[in-house]
């Protein structure tokens, strides 16, 4: 045989190599093949990583991933979102590079991290986030904190997508956010399932992850939902207190007695007279905002934040949906991102004095009941020691390693 049969059955040998098949294998086939030449004897090596180390260089080591499958969680987290949607180390890898690449925007200048900024609790720091070719989002950026630990399983402020997977490829197909939308001539969805099976780190990571090269909607969903999934923050001052009680209502030893009472506001339900003016009782933020996870009640309405961003007199009432309540601080009590769905909250104390007066209004037949007892919207009554207590309450709910930890971070090396 011919030196150049050589590389061709080694070669071919290397593209049936399926999962599994090491960069050790090729090179024992390769070399099993060239034992016989006569001269010339030159040393191929065949490296189904090539790609990805040209591109992530240590970032990704397909020998040895970060852990995502199998991280920690305390024992008091129960809530679980994850379906029947397991996260694997490999997919939540293939995902943490979709959620980086500028590749899945039309004109290679968005990745899902420009709008979920790891810095911020995967949220952004302006109202609207900019999209290809001068698009705004009509919606405020939410943070992507512990998603898989929660009871809703619908996404977005206005619960639109049934469930993470299909929401992970909606911003994909929106003319506004990465413009794939087959709208005034521009790609559909399957312009970039053929873009992506062109570039050949994806060859290596779908063929790696899947066992062949292939690139569907479907891959493209289950990897981007696990490494959305495994974005998880249980380091906060909160969690500290909380793994050294038994339930949440007792004090927690590592709170002042400020934060204990902030916590304390949050939990109990509020007591109201006829008018609507409370009387007695807490703030019940935990009524739709439940700890230890502070999911969203899946059966919360709108919580009388109607207006739309950046719009003086727009009105939308469909939002029901808020991420958790972990990290809207950073560990330092420093705000992450603006809040609510029209980004018009800057301030803890902002929010409290919202749900401190509920307006009631004629056009928003939408409004959660708990807002409105005996028919007026809720009046808190709150003073400005409870205001400050909630706040320290609130700031012991941000973690440290989610904003630092490499395995969340973008891979891509420039
Ligand atoms: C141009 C900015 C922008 C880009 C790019 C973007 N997002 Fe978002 N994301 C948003 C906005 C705005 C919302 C809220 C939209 C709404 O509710 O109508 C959102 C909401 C979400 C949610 C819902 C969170 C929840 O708790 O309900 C997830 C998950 C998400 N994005 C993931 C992604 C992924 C994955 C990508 C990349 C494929 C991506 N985003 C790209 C701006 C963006
Ligand atoms: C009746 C249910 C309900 C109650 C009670 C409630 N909330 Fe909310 N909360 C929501 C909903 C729904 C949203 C999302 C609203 C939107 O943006 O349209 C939200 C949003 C928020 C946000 C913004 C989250 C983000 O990611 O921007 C904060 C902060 C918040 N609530 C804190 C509180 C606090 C503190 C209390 C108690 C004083 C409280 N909530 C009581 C339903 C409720």
């Known amino acids: 045989m011919r030196l150049q049969s050589f590389i061709t059955v080694a070669l071919i040998a290397g593209i049936f190599c399926i999962t599994g098949c090491s960069k050790n294998d090729a090179m024992m086939l390769i070399s099993a093949t060239k ?60 995902g943490r590079v979709l959620f980086y690449d500028k590749n899945l925007s039309i004109n290679n200048t968005i990745s899902c991290s420009s ?149 304390t506001l949050f939990l109990t339900p509020p007591v109201f007279n006829a008018a609507g003016l409370r009387t007695t009782g807490g703030l019940g933020c935990n009524a739709c905002h439940n700890a230890p996870e502070f999911d969203i009640d899946p059966n919360t309405l709108n919580n009388g934040i109607i207006g739309i961003a950046n719009s003086a007199n727009g009105i939308d009432i469909t939002n029901t949906r808020a991420a958790t309540l972990r990290d809207i601080t950073n560990a330092n009590g420093a705000i992450n991102t603006p809040m609510m769905h029209t980004g018009v909250l800057r301030s803890i104390r902002a929010v409290i004095n919202h749900y401190n007066t509920i307006n009631l209004n004629p056009r928003n037949t939408n409004l959660d009941p708990r807002l409105r007892p005996g028919g007026n919207g809720q009046n808190l009554n709150v003073t400005d020691a409870e205001i400050a207590a909630i706040v320290a309450f609130m700031q012991t709910l941000g973690g440290t390693n989610v904003y630092v930890n490499k395995k969340w971070s973008s891979p891509f090396l420039n």
């Open 115 to 263: 709008c979920h900024k790891q810095n911020f609790a995967f949220g952004d720091t302006a109202v609207v986030s900019a999209g290809v070719e001068g698009g705004l989002t009509i919606r405020h950026s939410m943070r992507l904190i512990n998603t898989r630990f929660a009871n809703e399983a619908k996404f977005f402020w206005n619960e639109r997508a049934a469930n993470l997977n299909i929401q992970t490829t909606m911003p994909i197909v929106d003319h506004l956010e990465m413009g794939f939308s087959g709208q005034n001539g521009r790609g559909d969805f399957a312009t970039l399932t053929s873009k992506l099976s062109t570039i050949n780190y994806y060859k290596e990571l779908f063929k790696f992850t899947f066992g062949d090269t292939v690139v569907t909607e479907n891959r493209i969903q289950t990897s981007l939902a696990s490494f959305i999934n495994s974005i998880q923050s249980f380091d906060s001052k909160y969690d500290i207190g909380r793994a050294q009680v038994n339930n949440d209502n007792q004090a927690f030893p590592n709170f002042t007695v400020q934060e204990n009472q902030g916590k």
């Open 35 to 94: 034992a016989t030449p006569t001269s010339n004897t030159t040393t191929i090596t065949v490296d189904p990583y090539a790609a990805i180390k040209l591109t992530f260089g240590t970032a990704i080591d397909p020998a040895n991933l970060e852990n995502y499958a199998n991280q920690d969680k305390p024992a008091y987290i129960l809530k679980n979102n994850l379906g029947n949607n397991p996260i694997t180390d490999k997919n939540a890898t293939l």
